[in-house]
């Protein structure tokens, strides 16, 4: 999978680099890079349902909540940086 690149000087960045909830700033041009609207809106189209989906089997199951969270959860959120686009803008 292809990662994410710097707004301005088109560094790709590394995985661990993205593990964020807060603007990204690049080790090369220092520059802050914010995740864009669009793709915002993309990974919660995709966390939404599915921790929906994993509250449901918790509940509603005998399976043992860490393997819905190893199985179902984390291969989700794991995806998601790699989904990002950066712009400069904070609500861009």
């Known amino acids: 999978m292809k990662l994410p690149v710097c707004w301005k ?16 700033k690049c080790p090369k041009c220092k520059e ?10 993309q990974n919660a189209l995709y966390t939404g ?8 089997t918790i509940i509603h199951s005998n399976i043992n909540p860490a393997i819905i969270l190893i199985f179902l959860i984390l291969p989700i959120l794991a995806f998601i940086p790699t ?3 950066f712009t400069n803008k904070v609500h861009g």
């Open 32 to 41: 802050r890079n914010y995740v864009t609207s669009k793709k915002r809106l």
């Open 83 to 85: 989904n990002y686009k």
């Open 9 to 24: 000087c088109n560094r790709s960045f590394k995985y661990h680099e993205l593990l964020t909830f807060s603007a990204v």
């Open 49 to 56: 349902p599915v921790s929906f989906l994993g509250s449901m």
